[in-house]
Structure formats: structure tokens, C-alpha cells
């Protein structure tokens, strides 16, 4: 038969674990006699007194059985050693497990997991290792996902710019207002991209100063509306920005007053009101409002389009970096030339005050609201 040969043909380094082995092992998990002790010098005091009670066991054995002291001193030394052995293996066993997967987190690999069996020193290491390697993996996932998505954004226009060029180098297309113009579009969405790029890496490394003083809110916004309205900086770059958007403001009270950074602010209501432009109908009005929030001295701001509005199930997503929202722009999906990171520089910059930013409810549209603390 075959079946017998090929039992024969096992090696000892295949062989699956016996079934009392395995029982052995889900008993000693589920009781963790050691548990108790959750220190090595206790584990280490732990076996110096099990070594000694089975020295002192075997000689009152030897006396009373009249067996020689050698043969019970082996005997005693065989048991201390078995014991010594049996808890050494438990208490490097973390520590062979994370050489391991430092070897490969060395080689790229982040995946694997040290297994915590113990509660004392060592124990704790092993949970600090498996939150390090989950850190380095987000970490890495991140960075690959960056240079990616950077990679993929920069592709995008200088491609488009190629093309424009290189047809008016075959003299395909005349050097007309209409071919400079789209040239230049491209290169104003080359140009915000590398400017939000550097904004992120400023915000992410800690280095932008936070400086947050009291402003008047209407001429604060004011400001901030009609620069975004004169110099281009709205739905998509000076040739073709929208002239059918209404831009509307509304601050209650008249004299409201607040407290942040004046250029972070500004940052975070250029980029929500060039968003909302961007995705809002022909004939549309995007409305920012100002009004006291409901702690004391704080601040808060809206910012509301008349478009498609987020969907629900990407609400919690679009303020992080690259992040598209599925509902396509007034002149159709993809049109919009934005970089997928206005959005996530108003987090940071409204993380950096202490506040809060957030997609709310509204009856039509995207309403979009910033809570500022105001002086801390």
C-alpha cells in the first residue's frame, strides 16, 4: 500500500504537531500560569526557587529512599535544566519574532507582526514593536501613494502643455490668443501644484509659524473675495476663470471680530471658495457667511455652492491629499484642473488654529463650515 510508505517517507521537520502536543499548547494559552508575573526578575527569582525546591525534593527523596546523592543530584540538575530551558524558550521567543521582522522591515516589508505571549518587559516591547511596524507600513503606504499621485498630477499638464507646443512648433495651430491662453492655463495648474506641494511639506514639517492676532471678519473676507475674484486664483487660473459665478457675503454682526493668523485664514477661504466655484452651476452664487460660534470669543465660517454637493460616502475623504469627490464639475467630471489638495492644505491650515473643519448638512449644494476657538 501507499499510504504506509509515504507516512514512513515523513520527515520530523514536516510533521504536523501531535494532537496532545497541540492540546498541550491551547491548555498553557488559556491558563498563562505565568501571566501573574509580569517581570523578568521575577520569572528569573521564579526559577532560582524551583531550582532549589527540586534540589531540596530530590535529597529528602535520596535520604528516605537510601538512593545514592549523585544519581539524585543529576536528576535534580536534569529537572532544573529542563525547567530553565522551558522558560528561557518562552521569554526569548518575542525577541527571536521581532529579529525576524526587523530583518525584513530592513528589506521593505512591513507586514509582519510579532505575537505578544507575555505581559511582563518583554511583552510590552513586542506590542511597541507591532505599533512601530504598523506605523512604518502607513508610513511607507503613504509615501508610495505621494510620489504616485505627485507623479500622476505633474504628468497630467505638462503633457497638455507638450501638446499645445508641439502643435504650434508642426504649425498645426496658430500662436493665438486661444493656444497661449491654454498654455498658460497649464502652466498656472503646474505652478499651484508645486505651491501646494510646499505648503504641505511647510505644514507637515512643523515650521509654519502660527501667527494668530484679532482682525475685523468683514474686511478680512472682503479682502479675501476680491483678491480671489481680480487676480485669478479662482476656478482654475487668470484665462479661465468663471465670470458666470456670483460671489456673496454675509456677516452677523456687522462689527464680528475673531482671532487667527490673517495668511493661514486666507489660504483656507481662497481654497473653499475656489472649490465651490469650480463645482458650482452657470448663474450660481457660492455665499460665505461669518457668524459667532458657540465658544466663547471662537469663530465660524461657511462657505456654500449651489452644485451637486459631496455624496455621503465621500464626505469623510475629501480633505485628504489628492482626494477627488465624485460629483463632476460645472463643465463636466475632470474639467476642473484642480490638484486634489486645496482641501487638504484647509485642514491643516484649520488644525494648526486648533479648530475644526467639516462637510455639513445642507438643502442643496456643498456647505462646508470652519470653527475657529478665537484667543486660547
Known sequence: MTFPQQRNGDTDTTRPPTLAARAARRVWADIRPLDPVRSIKGKLALLVIVSVFLASGMVVVAIRSETQIRIIMIFSMIASLLFMQFLAHGLTAPLRDM?????????????????????????????????????????????????????????????????????????????NPATLGAALEQTERLGRLVTHLLDLSKLDGGVVPLDARPFE?????????????????????????????????????????GVADPERLHQVVANLV?????????????????????????????????????????RSRVFERFSRSGAATAQGPGSDGGTGLGLAIARWAVDLHGGQIEVAEAARGCRIEVRLPGQR
Open 99 to 175: 529579529t525576524l521582522a526587523a530583518r525584513e522591515m530592513a528589506g521593505g516589508d512591513y507586514s509582519r507582526r510579532v505575537e505578544v505571549s507575555s505581559r511582563d518587559e518583554i511583552g510590552e516591547l513586542a506590542a511597541t514593536f507591532n505599533q512601530m511596524a504598523a506605523d512604518l507600513e502607513a508610513s511607507d503606504r503613504h509615501r508610495r501613494e505621494l510620489v504616485a499621485n505627485v507623479s500622476h498630477e505633474l504628468r497630467t499638464p505638462i503633457a497638455a502643455l507638450r501638446a499645445v507646443l508641439e502643435n504650434v512648433v508642426d504649425g498645426v495651430v496658430q500662436p
Open 217 to 257: 471678519v468683514r474686511t478680512f473676507l472682503d479682502g479675501v473675495l476680491r483678491g480671489v475674484t481680480v487676480d485669478g486664483a479662482t476656478a482654475g487660473g487668470a484665462f479661465s476663470r468663471r465670470g458666470d459665478v456670483r460671489l456673496a457675503l454675509e456677516v452677523r454682526p456687522s462689527g464680528l471680530t
Open 274 to 314: 475656489d472649490n465651490a466655484c469650480k463645482h458650482s452651476p452657470p448663474g450660481g452664487t457660492v455665499t460665505v457667511r461669518a457668524r459667532p460660534s458657540a465658544d466663547p470669543g471662537g469663530l465660524l465660517l461657511e462657505v456654500e455652492d449651489e452644485g451637486p454637493g459631496i455624496p455621503l460616502q465621500d
